[in-house]
């Protein structure tokens, strides 16, 4: 893992403004506001998503979502802000993701990939994934036991 990177699950009462402006950075070509990424990012949170925090020296550099659907654990995305891709925090997230699934217990792992995203498709090769490609999305899929 990188030097000085650390993973931390977004609690309840947690304050969720550095995820706003990572989100936001996200979904830029958007419409969304700041009240509307606190209301979006509250629901997730109040509807029991996992949400994880990267944070690299003092900074909080990327996010991931995920939740447990009945022994299925489903990813709604990783993402890390442009200027430290490809430095293994995605990879750091995803393996976070994975270690939480199967502490609950998830007989599988899915996720699926929009549009033309060759870094998430090699991200999931990495961990195991069996891809299947469909128009123009992919859908993983990792047995976990």
Same mark, same amino acid.
């Given at each position: 893992?990188?030097?000085?990177?650390?993973?931390?699950?977004?609690?309840?009462?947690?304050?969720?403004?550095?995820?706003?402006?990572?989100?936001?950075?996200?979904? @830029? =070509?958007?419409?969304?506001?700041?009240?509307?990424?606190? $209301?979006?990012?509250?629901? %997730?949170?109040?509807?029991?998503? !996992?949400?994880?925090?990267?944070?690299?020296?003092?900074?909080?550099?990327?996010?991931?979502?995920?939740?447990?659907?009945?022994?299925?654990?489903?990813?709604?995305?990783?993402?890390?802000?442009?200027?430290?891709?490809?430095?293994?925090?995605?990879?750091?997230? @995803? =393996?976070?993701?994975?270690?939480?699934?199967?502490?609950? $217990?998830?007989?599988?792992? %899915?996720?699926?990939?929009?549009? !033309?995203?060759?870094?998430?498709?090699?991200?999931?090769?990495?961990?195991?994934?069996?891809?299947?490609?469909?128009?123009?999305?992919?859908?993983?899929?990792?047995?976990?036991?």
């Amino acid at each position: 893992m990188l030097v000085g990177l650390k993973i931390r699950i977004l609690r309840m009462n947690d304050d969720l403004a550095s995820l706003v402006d990572l989100w936001l950075e996200n979904v @830029k =070509e958007t419409n969304y506001r700041v009240p509307d990424a606190y $209301n979006i990012l509250s629901r %997730r949170r109040q509807n029991g998503e !996992d949400i994880l925090i990267a944070n690299l020296d003092s900074r909080d550099v990327g996010y991931a979502m995920g939740k447990n659907y009945d022994g299925v654990y489903t990813s709604q995305g990783i993402f890390v802000t442009h200027n430290l891709r490809k430095r293994g925090i995605a990879s750091a997230l @995803k =393996e976070e993701q994975i270690d939480i699934a199967r502490q609950q $217990n998830c007989f599988e792992f %899915r996720t699926e990939i929009f549009g !033309d995203n060759p870094a998430s498709v090699a991200l999931q090769r990495r961990f195991g994934f069996n891809l299947k490609h469909f128009n123009d999305t992919y859908k993983a899929r990792l047995v976990l036991y």
